[in-house]
């Protein structure tokens, strides 16, 4: 598990003076890139993220002392990935819920919150990355990261990836730093903090249970047996993952849904390939290719976030739902860490002044590709948002003309139960009408809602027999259609 030095100091020098003056450097980028990314926050959310109304109902119950996993949202088995029957995992609903204990549903300030857990991401990262590579190489690492467009796009959401990033690279210090203290108790804190810190990975996004994965092979493979400090943090971990489940939720909901085959396995690997050219959004990953032979060095060194890599991947590409690059922005720090050190290897051999043209071509390339990602539109401000003035007439109309026991059906529920306090579901996007209708007359479904973004499953439905519903509000985005209590009926 120790970190080696990295490579390419012929390229950049390790000169005293030059130490002070690149670390300035790299803390001034840090904290302009931080700064930077309060600004264009706007109000509202869009729809397409839907999850974000689910973390904010989780923190409502948090404050207000209601059940957990109550945010009116009823599971409709054609649509599994909609959402976790129990809920998603609490911890960043726990940091969003002193913001609304004291300003309610602010979203714009639980947006400012979850920048602010990217910026300690940033400066985690910047410790993180200082063994591995060479002064100069860190400023690089820390600007590609920080102005990469697939983090830039996010920060406008209300979204757990910001936070995991934080939880998950104070993880990697933590643990980095434990085995080396000799004395006994600084070891059992900094054990204890490992072990938190690897909780909060869990409880943010459940699939950071493989940072515990990592850490048992890195121990196992370096030393050939379990260490004190292993056994410390995994038994804390443990401890913390069964209080969770017994109190609030467990992962049980993606677990009924998960679906592991060879090809959806490989249309994932597909997937996420084409996926990580929005790192850098005009193809240059296709040449990012040096970063395997970082990888293999990394993974030949017993390295924790190497193995960290292999096991998040191995997941991911498992998993039965193709999540794009929103799955791979936990990983991403670490590849583009590793395209670096490529590249470093692969000019070290070099005289300094081919090295530094390659360095220097490589350089102008991703800052071309940055620029165009960060200066085009960003993406949220072209989609349907809850601060819409449409959206605001359907949610009061919503509030005002139906019952609170009303289920209500619509493409992005938790939005809608967000804001009409009303139980929801939704269709599967290729669902069959058939398919639709049963679940309508099962769940005594009383209102669909309808908008030019609602996936085809919608329509279908609608069509299938006019007389089963009966519009009763149109605006210029939204319809909702009342279902026929005779239809409802049939389902008792």
């Not at 890139?33 to 264009?40: L, N, R």
């Not at 329509?459 to 409802?488: I, P």
Request: proline fraction near 4%.
């Amino acid at each position: 598990m120790a970190e080696s030095a990295g490579s390419a100091s012929s390229a950049f020098g390790r000169v005293g003076r030059r130490f002070s003056f690149l670390d300035a450097l790299t803390w001034g980028i840090t904290a302009v890139i931080g700064i930077s990314y309060f600004f264009g926050i706007t109000l509202g959310h869009v729809f397409v993220q839907d999850d974000f109304a689910a973390y904010v109902m989780h923190a409502a119950n948090l404050v207000e002392g209601r059940p957990y996993s109550a945010i009116h949202y009823v599971p409709n088995t054609q649509a599994p990935w909609v959402s976790p029957a129990n809920g998603y995992p609490p911890v960043y609903p726990l940091l969003l819920a002193p913001v609304y204990w004291r300003l309610g549903m602010d979203l714009l300030a639980m947006k400012i919150m979850t920048v602010g857990t990217f910026v300690i991401f940033l400066a985690a990262c910047a410790l993180w990355v200082k063994p591995l590579v060479s002064s100069g190489l860190r400023v690089i690492v820390v600007g590609l990261v920080g102005l990469s467009p697939a983090f830039w796009s996010y920060r406008d959401l209300i979204s757990s990836e910001f936070p995991y990033l934080m939880f998950s690279f104070l993880a990697l210090l933590a643990i980095r730093r434990g085995p080396s203290v000799v004395q006994r108790w600084p070891q059992v804190g900094w054990a204890l903090l490992a072990a938190l810190l690897l909780y909060a990975c869990y409880g943010t996004r459940t699939i950071g249970i493989a940072l515990c994965g990592a850490l048992i092979a890195a121990e196992l493979l370096s030393l050939r047996k379990p260490t004190r400090f292993l056994m410390l943090v995994l038994g804390v971990v443990a401890g913390l993952v069964i209080l969770q489940s017994v109190l609030l939720t467990s992962p049980t909901g993606y677990a009924a849904v998960a679906h592991f085959s060879v090809r959806s396995m490989l249309e994932n690997a597909v997937g996420y390939a084409k996926s990580l050219s929005h790192a850098w959004e005009n193809g240059f990953s296709k040449a990012a290719h040096v970063g395997l032979t970082a990888f293999w060095k990394r993974i030949r060194e017993g390295a924790l976030e190497a193995f960290y890599l292999v096991i998040y991947m191995a997941i991911l590409l498992a998993w039965g739902a193709q999540m794009g690059i929103r799955g791979l922005i936990p990983v991403l720090p670490i590849y583009l860490t590793y395209v670096v050190l490529g590249i470093a290897e692969t000019v070290e051999a070099w005289r300094v002044q081919r090295a530094r043209a390659l360095v220097a071509i490589v350089a102008v390339c991703v800052a071309l590709s940055y620029l165009g990602g960060l200066r085009q539109r960003a993406w949220q401000l072209s989609m349907a948002n809850v601060n819409d003035a449409s959206a605001q007439e359907l949610f009061a109309f919503l509030r005002a003309q139906t019952q609170p026991s009303d289920l209500l059906l619509f493409s992005k529920p938790r939005s809608i139960a967000l804001f009409s306090a009303r139980a929801t579901a939704s269709l599967d996007a290729q669902e069959s009408a058939s398919e639709s209708a049963r679940f309508l007359r099962e769940h005594e479904v009383r209102f669909v809602i309808q908008t030019s973004w609602n996936p085809p499953s919608y329509a279908q439905l609608l069509a299938t027999d006019g007389a089963q519903f009966a519009e009763v509000f149109r605006n210029r985005d939204f319809q909702v259609f009342r279902v026929h209590s005779e239809v409802v009926a049939a389902g008792q």
